[in-house]
């Protein structure tokens, strides 16, 4: 069993901006990204300004009781949340190197992999789901903005091949900000390709693939595999979408709608399935799984 | 108009005193061949010297430069013929991606590929090469009509990205760009991608996935444009030549690492000195590799195609800790 389970959960949100990993998505969205805290005690809510107390939180898996705002939180918490006790097994762990041998790369590599105790932006491995088997990647924003390098392509790529091997259904909660790991440059950019053929493989194959996008899915993630869900659903109030919000607006120099590229104007644009809240997260999947038994 | 980099104006300096020495001695009739022939020497090494050596910010100001062919431009010179094709049957026409049925050396192809404008008026109606979701939508029809009727598809790409725009996103550019990714690996043809000039991120990749991926002696292909990764690294897109730099966005090191089968070399000094020369070595290599992969059976080739982008990816295998698992 993994310590996973066992240890108290960590409160990512409430670290000090200081300790965040820059990333490009905090740059686009300063008021979602970076909001100060008090103390660890307290978290802020990024929508409504309410105080909630830590221990509330963890009650409700994170969303702010007032005003249904969801908090973005650590891919090992989110496994707490998903996977029926003690059934979760990872993957043989893989780790990044340097393709470009681009400066600062490793160093912050290291350091990364030390504050976030990940091995790279991908949590994944095999569990059960209400009892169903099944295949879980998650991506985690913690890790370089959670972008997709050759590890995270990699990983994924070996699950939706697991998964046909084993006949399997696959489930991916993606949620990157820039999308690319720009520090692995081209290798980056061909991961697109690389997981949207696996997963073009696992279809052939007649497997059931769930596309879950969690605040924010963007750039190069939302580009390949996690737009090729047989079901893609969203959580409320994520950031969705191919460009950031900064760069489209300084490139059309328009104002932006209120609610761009958030899950509900991505639902309303047909690009969703559905928005589905964390609390019904798991029971949905649970049903969906049930329907798709093979 | 014509557009000369700083580090190209030596070499101007000298091509104009070339010409107005040819000119005297046409006029005067006096004899200076010796002299016109050093000096013709000289332009040569220092020629030479300039479009050998470029550095990666001057390879992307080479592949941007305003007299450089577009895609049309090739389409003329390679093609007999070609019958463009227009829409995306949803939504509407993008200009910004052209394509349609040419013959190569009297095979029926298809050809796809974004499209920059000449001119201003020309860039706004192409919205300067910057595809919408329909542009790749027609891309992507027009490739599987291509499937069907058996026909190889030749896609020529040069494209800074695809548009970051409000209703581009409202009509799903990421997951259009997902789509073309995924269905042109699968596709029963033979396709050809060629890095003409640029190569910027998903908006490339959405119609570079092909069994050969040439890429010419000026163009780049990367992950994200250098301006957006000085924007990244250091708040400031006026260091993206550094940026260049980090990228490894050159034919040279995309051959080192892989990414591409062959670089389709230039006239000296850049593809918009010669557009005809430009042209017939694209015919040269596309007659090549067009021959090579017709003799591959389809689903081989379809397997091979998918097989280079499964090998694509560099990274360790870490041995789980003891601290991870407890003792039981």
Redesign the interface.
Known sequence: MLRVFRSKPKYVTVRSSAQQQPSKIDDDQPERAKKEVPDNLWARCEKCSTLIYNKEMEKTKHVCANCGYHFRIPALERLRFICDEDTYKPFTPLVATNPLGFPGYESKLEQTRINTRLDDAIVIGTTRIHGYATVLGIIDFSFFGGSMGSVVGEQLTRGFEYGIKHRLPVIVFSGGGGGARMQEGIFSLMQMAKTAQAVGKFKEAGLFYISILTHPTMGGIYASFSSLGDIILAEPNALIGFAGPRIVEETTRQKLPADFQTSEYALHNGMLDRIVTRGDMKDVIGKLLSYHLR | MSTVFEWEKPLVELEDKIKELRTFITDQGIDFSQELTELEHKAERLRKEIYEKLTPWQQVMMARHPKRPTTDDYVKLVFDDFIELHGDRTYRDDQAIIGGIGVFEGEPVTIIGPQKGRDTKENIARNFGLPHPEGYRKALRLMKQAERFHRPIIALIDVVG?????E????????V???C???M??LKVPIICIITGEGG??GA??I??GDRILMFEHAW????SPE??AN??W?DSSRASEAAS????TPTY?LQ?G?IDDVITEPLGGAHRDHNAMGLQLKAFLRRYLTEIRKIPIDELVAQR?NR??Q?????????PNL???G?
């Not at chain 2, 581009?168 to 997951?175: D, K, V």
């Not at chain 2, 694509?312 to 789980?320: D, K």
């Open positions: 695809a548009y970051p725009g409000i581009a996103e409202q009509r799903g550019q990421g997951l760009i997902a789509e990714i995924e269905q690996s699968f991120s998903g990749l959405a570079g996935v292909y990367s992950v994200i957006m990764c990244i690294l708040k980090l990228l490894k966005l995309l690492f990414i998918l982008f499964r694509i990816g560099q990274f360790q295998e870490r041995a789980l991870e698992k407890d039981d």
